[in-house]
């Protein structure tokens, strides 16, 4: 079974930065892409940052500039580096990965509560 674990969130103070991790137990010729996603209350989950197997970077105009995602492909490793944090980012932040073996599909993990106080 595959599986897709979250650590790093917390509480922080306007200004501070965290850094998230995220492990799936897959092969690393089966992931295609991984990235990060959020959600706040009362609001639809967004993309926050992808990133390709190849190392080709997205982000979302809100994280430009300030976080910075990174990825190990041989330990299936994802990492988003957040830094300038706002209390706009206050979410739960999910980690994502697209699977392929003759078919894709998504993983996503439980989910890491990061709370940014003003």
């Known amino acids: 079974q595959v599986q897709l674990v979250e650590s790093g969130g917390g509480l922080v103070q306007a200004g501070g930065s965290l850094r998230l991790s995220c492990t799936a137990s897959?092969?690393?010729?089966?992931?295609?892409?991984m990235g990060w996603y959020r959600q706040a209350p009362g609001k639809q989950r967004e993309l926050v940052a992808t990133?390709?197997?190849?190392?080709?970077?997205n982000y979302a105009d809100s994280a430009k500039g300030r976080f910075a995602i990174s990825r190990d492909n041989a330990k299936n490793v994802v990492f988003l580096e957040m830094n300038s944090l706002k209390p706009e980012d206050t979410a739960v932040y999910y980690c994502?990965?697209?699977?392929?073996?003759?078919?894709?599909?998504?993983?996503w993990g439980q989910g890491t509560q990061v709370t940014v106080s003003s």
């Open positions: 994502n990965a697209v699977v392929e073996r003759s078919y894709a599909y998504d993983l």
């Open positions: 897959e092969s690393t010729r089966n992931i295609n892409s």
């Open positions: 990133i390709s197997k190849s190392g080709i970077t």
